[in-house]
């Protein structure tokens, strides 16, 4: 890769994960969207357990971006191309992660051609990260999501609608699939400049502050730090029942202004935190907040990176990053 992740988390991971990696060995994995946040976490970790416990496994990784996986790791395939036609694996796969994200009004194309691949290949595992967005709008009398609640996307929302639409059509075709609802993260890779609110804190971190909040401050969110995603991502992908929807995300809610004198206090900024808007009167604030009892009950995660302790090591990297650019 060309930025590697702290080794500590690294060796977090794989802490975490070791007693079911022997279940990888010699397997052939497919992992699409490779060059994103969460596809870049799975490579890595990936690379590391197959050379730290020699599983001899092979990881093929699909992206737009073949630059963006430079690693002289034999056990790291890189395939160029789309989701919606790129070319099959000569290797038989036992493993399938679809972590491409879509922006289109439909993705049925890019899931039918991975259900075609999976046909092709005996119906490999498919893990799937869809996103908390599918439940819509969380309401404010409850304090969080679950899996069983029944909610719609935003009409505006095709990203949203996109991912409960495969979720849909991957759990009517057939395959062993499951399905993850990623909500919010924090952790080296995660882009500064986008509708993140920790990315875009840690960038204005990153220039001396102030931390700007564009909203009133008052959403409710919570961060799971990326090292600990990893950690639950491929615990489903081993041990997550078939055609089972798990939450993964923290359950500790934090206000976006107490985010943002989070990042303040721990990156040491001394121009402080300015809000943009004023809280409306008697408003409750909106919240995005997982249930994650079924993914503790059931697999035993649970978040085990403080929020402070990820916005630390989120900050650190990106210094190290821009240094070395």
Known sequence: MTHEFPESDLRHVLAQTQSFWPRLAGSNVLLTGASGFVGSWLVETFLWANRQLKLGA???????????????????????????????????????????????????????HLLEIARTYGDPRILFTSSGAVYGEQPSTLSYVAEDFIGTPLPDNIYAQGKLELEQLLLNSGPDVVIARLFAFAGPKLPLDKNFAVGNFVR?????????????????????YAADLAVWLWTMLIHGAPARTYNVGSDQPVSILELARTVERVCGVTRGVSVAQIPASGEPPKRYIPSIARARSELNLQPLVTLEDGIQRMYEWYQNYTSTK
């Open 204 to 224: 204005d971190a990153l220039r001396g502050g102030p931390i700007c909040i564009e909203g009133d401050g008052t959403p409710l969110r919570s961060y799971l």
């Open 58 to 112: 092979r990881l093929y990784a699909l992206t737009r971006h073949p630059e963006t996986l430079r690693s002289a790791d034999t056990s790291l395939l890189v395939l160029t191309g789309d989701i919606k036609s790129f070319r099959f694996p000569s290797a038989p796969l036992h493993y399938i992660i679809h972590a491409a994200v879509e922006h289109e009004t439909t993705n049925l194309p890019g899931a039918q």
